[in-house]
């Protein structure tokens, strides 16, 4: 790749950061009404009646919709992603809207259309439902006793997956290792906290039996395709558009109630029907918590030889969207970027009465991180080692790639000494080092962890078994078009889709390399099934490894069938036709530009365009012929190494993270401003989960954090400096040697500052900290166990 790439500004930079940008908001078709939700206030009943009458009086109103009518319209929510047998877990039935019992606080149990969106939120207000309450579950930590304390019927049903992976003979070389701990960790739930929640305006058009809906969705092709599963329509018939997206984060995936029902009800009163999601609204969703029991077995040189991990993963009431399978990744990403001879890790996913899960950024890798990061510092501390000495004992070696985990997932390739060292290099470690031994010697609370990361990425799923041990698969490829018209002009259609971080720039780049010319010459359109070919959206980074090695493959066409054309026109050669600088050389011409040559080829057909399109699919993922093949689809893993510095206020409990260092191995940089700001972003969420963020909810079940007041997401002073560095290890399964660079960065940053606040609080005698976030208060209870501040 060229080196001036990546001084290029992001494409649509200025709409973005001038306002010009639209957004799904920002849409407002003639005759525009507004749907509002009104939900469950209880967190587990019998659903004994809908009473919509109040509402159906309220001023504005236009249309009332509660469970048993929209079960007539609408058919089950569909699974997002595939089977959930495929990983080990149950399938249920669920609707749009519950007709016989609700499961959290916040669910939909009818919908309301009015004339403004404020009166159709003070008529959802008005829908009284009568419940007849049942038992709620809304602590999960019950399940980690299961072992002592056999669980009743009631709490087996709870229970939706399994999933045991292992290696070596974990018990016995615990049983005869020289040195052994055991530890527990618990993560807290949090959520993802986009600029922008969802939002939807769906379209029905009577007389052409056509729905249109704009969407700040991450899959606009899974989207359609539910959409015409659950109203019966053709997938034809239906076109999703997304406009521009203030983030994602995996909030906006496939699965959500409210996409069918804002659809319908378009249907239903014959009129364009927005609906955009509250914050509160926003906050009911989350992920991550998890509950870890670990023995772990190591040498005194601090080789680790055994790992033993029981997990609960707790992913609130059952669904149909991703968001649950989070869990089987966590379990299934051990031991990360180690070399961990004897493993057994058993992971219990279960049902609760809070809302669902749904897909976080980190996608359930960003636990194992912390967990193992843990692990080697704890180690470390018991031997009176060095952090980093440990972890370079137990890092995989470059010689070790490809390497297959435990639960099969095949690292591709890296060269984790290398950045662990290029990382403690840029932080300056031994200065830092020495310099929070010498605070601590004046009383001060300083601390400086390290992290290393490793984060599968690129995956494509399971979706169903079409013979015995053989599975069909789902989105493994994403394809693009080139296109360019008679006045030469260069447009790119992708079916990978952009949620703000500027993923258009790099495929922008990737094709104006291909034809020689500047970017800005280069037009790419994603998001509208109409027009893009079929591909994931936005996912698993991607994007640019994969939807990017499409455009790649399809420009290519592009200039071949240029070069054909030119043969055919000039009477030459292939080999005498070249093309270099936007322009077309043959010999004894001059030379011209596309526009020109696309002129005079076109010239008695001005509307058409010369196109290709093609299909990229990473090298590994051939559909192994395994009863599970879901756990080879990740085709590329990213790494990092983070360096943290914090400072520890005793009177308070108050973290103030000084510096954050960070060496990332994302294969080949494309646009390296794009990729350090996507590694920003992630750090800057791992800070918020290692000290903040936490989703909390009542002895109800209702949430408590409905707000940016209560829910502690990190502001622009909680946030340190950042350093960062690349280091390319090109990865042999992508068509140029680029991995995924949306998700590392959250489990590192979070696990290095963990290890530095642990790193800080241990002078104090604090040996262990089984709980994050580490709030004030949870620092407090640290370093006065026995409940008083002095």
Known sequence: MSNNATAWPKTDAFAYVGGTATYVDDIRPEGLLYMAVARSTSAHARLLQVDTTAASQSSGVVRVLEGREAAAYLGPLPYSMGDPELIGGRRVTLNALPVDEVRYVGEPIAVVVADSRRAAQIAANKVEATYEELPALLDARIFCKRESQPLHDDLKSHVIAENHFSGGDAEAALASAEHTLE????????????????????????????????????????????????????????????PSVGGTFGLKMTGWAEEPL?????????????????????????????????????????????????????VGAESTSPGWRQGFVSAASFPTAYDVPNIAIKSTVVTTNEPPWHSCRGYGKEAPVLVMERIMDLVGQRLSLDPREVRKVNLLTPDAFPHRMPSGYLID????????????????????RAEVERSNHSEGLDGLGISFEVTPEGGGHASGRIAEGVTATIALAEAATAEMDAQGRVRILSGVTNPGGGNETSLATLAAEELGL????????????????????????RATAIGGSAVVLATRALVEELISAATDMFAVTRDQVTIKSGLIRVPDSEAMTFGEFCGRLLADEPDRVLSATRT?????????????????????????AYVARVSVDPSTGMVKVRSLTAVHDCGRVINEVLVEGQLQGAMAMGIGLALQECSLFDESGTLATRSFKEYL???????????????????????????GAGETGVGGALAAVANAVADALKGRGVTQTPVFPLTPPEVLSLLHPAGGVK
């Open 183 to 242: 530890l527990t960790f618990s993560m807290q739930r949090s959520t993802t906290a986009p600029i922008e929640p969802r939002g939807y305006v769906a379209s029905w058009d009577e007389d052409s039996g056509q729905l249109t809906v704009h969407a700040s969705h991450q899959q606009p092709f899974q989207l359609r395709a539910h959409l015409s599963q659950m109203l019966g329509l053709p997938e034809e018939s239906v076109r999703v558009i997304v």
């Open 262 to 314: 804002v659809a319908l009800m378009s249907m239903l009163c014959n009129h364009p029907i927005k609906w955009i999601e509250s914050r509160a609204e926003c906050f009911l969703g989350g992920g991550r918590e998890q509950f870890h029991s670990v023995r772990v077995g190591f040498d005194s040189n601090g080789k680790v030889a055994a790992l033993s991990d029981d997990i609960v993963i707790p």
């Open 413 to 432: 390739s890296g060269d984790f000494h290398a950045v662990l060292d290029k990382a403690l290099l840029l932080a300056d470690y031994e200065d830092q």
């Open 518 to 541: 500047e970017r800005h010459l280069v037009t790419v359109v994603q998001g509208d099934t109409d027009l893009c070919p079929p591909g994931t959206g936005n996912a698993s980074s």
């Open 616 to 640: 990229y699919r990473p090298g590994n993922l051939r559909s192994p012929q395994e009863k599970t093949p879901y756990r080879y689809s990740y085709p590329y893993f990213s790494s990092g």
């Open 713 to 739: 997401a990190p502001r622009a002073n909680d946030i340190p400096p950042f350093k960062i560095g690349h280091h390319e290890t090109l990865s042999p399964n992508t068509l140029f040697g680029a991995k």
